[in-house]
């Protein structure tokens, strides 16, 4: 009889608690049982690890009683990482392999019925809890995944290829190597990958013409407020919106983890993302689930994916409405926290909403080169599909314009990236100095606090917020609109100037009243 403990990890949102792979091998009728509330894909290791050890010439005990335990019985595991570590823990409760010399070291890995590992979601997930928790333990992983889980700053990362690399390290004294010159591939330490000083980003040079939505990029992402889009089709708000990305301060390293983290989860992440800001673009048909996340186990939405990115939502009124509705509470808490009856996970959501939308069904109310047939009544109820509370929470609504051809043609190059690049990053160094966060995120006495408006300020405010009929919310939005750009302005106070232009980016829609 022979008793065995392997250590692994599970995943549940972005969190990776510990799971302890128990295996008990005893005389008795030969059966092989896995518990601890392991999914369909986990339960289907019996078959993988057993394939994967008698074709690496290793002995499966197919005499013997094998009893898997995955402990805590009452979390649920899913995924096929589990492979790995239940093979190695029937070689160590065998006596093939040392089972004292696991301990300090954690397993993840999906067997092939050869018994090369394959890669396995979530492992940059792993690596973020172990470095959290400030836990010290070596991580075994296959390729690509041990590349992924090396980012995390100080973590012991070792890539093995092959089921008989893992049994190689860990042999007991004296015995042979399980494996001829030749087979088989080094069991070494993943480096931490090389990382770029800068990613690459489309241009806003590319966007000729544009000036009052160039400019309300630029205040979008010196002060993380979200933005809307509106204007005829053609007019390049898609070009614009795809360039945004490049205009936001570069991440710092517990921001770049977390997005990477969370694509990791989702099985989307490859090293040469490192360090970008992720831009998340889906299709008008996604649903809310597909949004903000669901599933069972929860998976990670469109908000989650593009965590210290931007989502740009085209054709914003064709969404469904529910699926819009549940992005309020996200852009207020940058969470969005997941419940179902058995579990509970909550994801990062901190993105900057970019959206874009036409004026009326047919695209061209205020086009300069086609009539717009719609009614009033057909354009109030195309833009009525977009609630009050939505556009509430988003900061600034700009026009784009139509340019005509012969001013298209003759317009030269915008400006760069870099250069508006440089002059949002020196308003939020400004902002953090002074506040220690963007200016989106103030609130409560920290907006009175920080705001600093002066006397004609505050009287334009008053004036502006009792004409256009502000809610409270949209007051705060424009006042920290205005403070932003005092920032861009290199200004100390925010003066009835910033408070002006702030107003104009509160564009209110028929059906937004």
């Given at each position: 009889?022979g ?7 599970a995943?549940l949102?972005?969190a ?9 091998l005893?005389?008795g ?7 601890g ?11 993988r ?5 008698q ?18 019985a ?6 096929g990482?589990?492979d790995?570590?239940i093979?190695l ?5 065998s006596g ?8 300090g ?9 050869s ?13 973020v809890a172990?470095?959290?928790a ?7 992983l296959?390729?690509g995944?041990?590349?992924?889980a ?12 092959h ?8 042999q007991?004294t004296?015995?042979?190597p399980?494996?001829?010159e030749?087979?088989g ?7 931490p ?5 800068e990613?690459?980003?489309?241009d ?8 009052s939505?160039?400019?309300?990029l630029?205040?979008a992402a ?10 005829p089709?053609?007019?390049g708000?898609s070009m ?5 990305a490049g ?11 977390q ?11 490859t ?10 673009a ?6 809310a ?14 908000i ?6 931007v989502?740009?939502?085209d054709?914003?009124?064709e ?16 969470h969005i ?7 509970r ?17 047919c ?6 080169t086609?009539a ?16 009050g509370p939505?556009?509430?929470?988003i ?7 139509q ?13 760069a ?12 160094e ?9 200016n ?5 006495r ?15 405010l008053h004036a502006a ?6 809610s409270?919310?949209a ?7 205005a ?7 290199g200004?100390?106070?925010?003066s009835?100037a910033?408070i002006?232009?702030a107003?104009?980016y509160?564009r ?6």
């Amino acid at each position: 009889m022979g008793l065995s403990l392997v250590q692994s990890r599970a995943l549940l949102g972005l969190a990776a608690p510990a799971v302890t792979v128990e295996v008990h091998l005893s005389n008795g009728l030969p059966s092989f049982t896995l518990v601890g509330l392991a999914d369909l894909e986990v339960k289907e290791a019996r078959e993988r690890v057993r394939s994967a050890l008698q074709n690496s010439g290793l002995e499966f005990p197919h005499d013997q009683r094998i009893t898997v335990n995955l402990a805590p019985a009452d979390l649920p595991k899913d995924s096929g990482r589990f492979d790995l570590p239940i093979a190695l823990g029937i070689l160590a409760a065998s006596g093939q392999i040392d089972a004292g010399s696991l301990a300090g070291w954690e397993f993840a890995g999906e067997l092939s019925l050869s018994g090369e590992l394959r890669d396995v979601r979530g492992a940059l997930a792993m690596g973020v809890a172990l470095h959290h928790a400030g836990i010290d333990a070596r991580l075994v992983l296959p390729p690509g995944s041990a590349e992924e889980a090396a980012l995390v700053p100080g973590l012991a990362v070792y890539r093995a290829r092959h089921l008989l690399d893992v049994v190689a390290r860990f042999q007991p004294t004296g015995a042979a190597p399980p494996l001829a010159e030749g087979e088989g591939e080094t069991f070494a330490r993943v480096p931490p990958p090389a990382r770029a000083s800068e990613p690459a980003y489309p241009d806003l040079a590319d966007v000729k013409g544009q000036a009052s939505a160039r400019r309300a990029l630029e205040i979008a992402a010196a002060g993380g407020h979200s933005l809307l889009m509106i204007g005829p089709p053609g007019t390049g708000k898609s070009m614009l919106a795809q360039r945004f990305a490049g205009l936001l301060p570069p991440m710092a390293v517990d921001e770049a983890l977390q997005s990477a983290a969370v694509a990791s989860l989702a099985g989307h992440f490859t090293t040469a993302q490192w360090g970008r800001r992720p831009t998340r673009a889906p299709h008008h048909t996604a649903s809310a689930v597909a949004l903000v996340g669901g599933g069972s186990p929860p998976r990670p939405g469109e908000i989650s994916l593009a965590h210290q990115g931007v989502l740009f939502l085209d054709e914003l009124p064709e969404f469904p409405r529910p699926a819009l509705e549940a992005l309020r509470e996200p852009l207020e808490s940058g969470h969005i926290t997941i419940s179902r009856a058995a579990q509970r996970a909550e994801f990062p959501a901190r993105f900057q909403l970019i959206a874009a939308m036409n004026p009326c069904p047919c695209g061209h109310l205020g086009s300069r080169t086609r009539a717009c047939r719609c009614t009033p009544d057909q354009v109030a109820r195309y833009q009525g599909r977009i609630s009050g509370p939505l556009l509430d929470r988003i900061d600034l609504h700009v026009e784009v314009g139509q340019l005509a051809p012969e001013e298209l043609l003759a317009a030269r190059s915008g400006e760069a990236t870099a250069a508006v690049r440089e002059r949002s990053r020196a308003a939020h160094e400004r902002a953090l100095a002074r506040q220690g966060h963007a200016n989106q995120a103030l609130a409560g006495r920290a907006i009175d606090q920080h705001a600093r408006l002066d006397d004609a300020a505050t009287r334009f405010l008053h004036a502006a917020a009792a004409r256009l009929g502000w809610s409270a919310r949209a007051t705060h939005r424009a006042i920290k609109v205005a403070r932003t750009i005092a920032d861009l302005a290199g200004s100390q106070a925010t003066s009835a100037a910033h408070i002006a232009e702030a107003v104009q980016y509160r564009r209110a829609l028929v059906g937004g009243k």
